[in-house]
């Protein structure tokens, strides 16, 4: 999947060092890096779809590098994400409604 934005803006935040939140309004779509994009690009070896809304990009040794939540406007569901506490703070400072229990 290229994540690549072509013409619209993606909105960008930096939440800590590790993580990076790319939100897309017009796509309905909200990525969640745990890597810098170029180094995602380079070493993603596959997409694991956790089911419809949801897929892990990991790379060739199954390290995360990327979670992509899909219909984010009706809410987003971390379970089984991983760092899912992390990635449900920083989704909550974008004022993005998360539906599992995670802090």
């Known amino acids: 999947m290229d994540r690549t934005p072509r013409d619209r803006t993606v909105a960008r935040e930096r939440t800590d060092v590790q993580i990076r939140v790319e939100h897309d309004p017009d796509?309905?779509?909200?990525y969640v890096a745990f890597a810098p994009?170029?180094?995602?690009?380079?070493?993603?070896?596959?997409?694991?779809?956790?089911d419809r809304r949801r897929f892990i990009d990991v790379?060739?040794?199954?390290a995360p590098l990327?979670?992509?939540?899909?219909?984010?406007?009706?809410?987003?569901?971390v379970t089984d994400v991983?760092?899912?506490e992390v990635?449900?703070?920083?989704?909550?400072?974008?004022?993005?409604?998360v539906l599992s229990p995670a802090a």
């Open 66 to 77: 990327g979670v992509e939540f899909l219909d984010a406007s009706d809410g987003v569901d």
């Open 27 to 30: 796509a309905d779509a909200v």
């Open 37 to 50: 994009a170029d180094a995602i690009r380079s070493r993603r070896a596959r997409t694991l779809r956790l």
């Open 59 to 62: 790379d060739a040794d199954g």
């Open 87 to 97: 990635v449900a703070a920083a989704l909550r400072r974008r004022h993005i409604t």
């Open 82 to 84: 991983p760092r899912s």
